[in-house]
């Protein structure tokens, strides 16, 4: 089993509606993140998360809200999604000050 | 601002040869640095982490270099592969907001 799990692995959505994307983790590591990914563009962060109680904002969360419903779960969702939120989704999982471990994605696109 | 650059957005190599991709940062000031490799629509595996008070890390055909005067990281493949074409990006660690940054990563192509 993957130490990241990401679902869906591929979603289609049409322009506002709600869609929540699915995060697990088997590594036992307290931060998790939530990045995204366009051409050209790099990795950006959208939201990180140091423990259940600790959320933080990245640098592109307009338009996201995350729930971090425990230590192993973080999930990602677009309440009213956009076209311009067409992406590669990455959750990332990470113990302090060392290697972060990446899910293999979450095409996203909005129609 | 806070800014990352990568050397090239692709570069092209030889097999055998080695290369050398540099990762320069401003308005940083990293207690580290990491290097990752993602193949194209899968997620960044991790390859090094070098501190700041270390000049250089080694593993395998790897090596990355740290200078915190300069702002810089050079990340080397030695006797390059094919298997070794990819896109690496570079990661110092953002003091002030407690996470990774990823600058837009160098896509390497080692011709046989």
């Known amino acids: 089993d993957a130490d990241v799990t990401q679902t869906p692995r591929n979603r289609i959505t049409k322009t506002g509606k709600r869609i929540m994307l699915e995060c697990s983790q088997t590594?036992?590591?307290?931060?998790m993140y939530w990045y995204r990914q366009d051409p050209g563009l790099g990795l950006r962060l959208i939201y990180y998360s140091f423990d259940v109680k600790d959320i933080n904002k990245g640098e592109i969360s307009d338009g996201y809200s995350v729930s971090r419903q425990a230590q192993a779960k973080f999930s990602l969702s677009l309440e009213s999604a956009i076209p311009n939120q067409t992406a590669l989704y990455f959750c990332?999982?990470?113990?302090?000050?060392?290697?972060?471990?990446f899910g293999q994605g979450t095409r996203l696109t909005v129609v | 601002s806070q800014k990352i650059e990568q050397n090239s957005e692709a570069l092209n190599i030889q097999e055998g040869k080695t290369a050398t991709l540099t990762c320069n940062y401003t308005?940083?000031?990293?207690?580290?640095l990491q290097w990752y490799r993602q193949d194209p629509g899968r997620g960044p595996v991790f390859l090094l982490l070098?501190?700041?008070?270390?000049k250089e890390k080694r593993k395998e055909r790897l090596k990355v270099t740290f200078d915190t005067t300069l702002k810089q990281s050079l990340f080397h493949i030695t006797a390059s592969q094919p298997a070794d074409s990819a896109t690496y990006l570079c990661a110092p660690w953002d003091n002030y907001g407690q996470n990774f940054v990823f600058g837009p990563g160098t896509r390497l192509s080692v011709l046989p």
């Open positions: 990332a999982t990470e113990s302090e000050n060392t290697e972060a471990f």
């Open positions: 070098i501190r700041e008070n270390e």
């Open positions: 308005n940083y000031s990293p207690a580290y």
């Open positions: 590594k036992g590591h307290d931060r």
